[in-house]
């Protein structure tokens, strides 16, 4: 996969810090889950999305992690970051085992194709 990313060499050196640390406190959290976690969903309040991506889990019995930014009023620099980080640009993210596999849609495709069990090791 090749996303068109702007390159650092056109980026003026007196900014390239500021880019680089931008929210990285709250992609260090999100990342260490990621990696210690079978399942992440990371969200946000009032997002009918990720109630459903939560609720398909649950009703699999599948323990996950759950981090939430915000609300359609708040917290957007932060869900901004984490588009940023991941190129996607909805809410849920969701990670199983490390990788990113997409929003509520995605995961209930993997789902209901037997993928996320195969994912999960079951």
Known sequence: MTRPLFVE???????????????SDLLDTV??????DDIVVVGMAQNPHVKKARALLKSRGLEFTYLEYGSYLGAWRQRLALKMW?????????FVKGT????AADLTRLAE?????????R
């Open 9 to 23: 060499a056109d980026v003026h050196p007196a900014i390239r810090d500021k880019i680089a640390g931008y929210q």
């Open 31 to 36: 990342r260490a889950a990621v990696k210690a």
């Open 86 to 94: 991941t190129g996607w640009p909805t809410f849920p993210m969701v």
């Open 100 to 103: 990113f596999v997409g929003g």
């Open 113 to 121: 194709s037997g993928e996320l069990d195969e994912l999960l090791g």
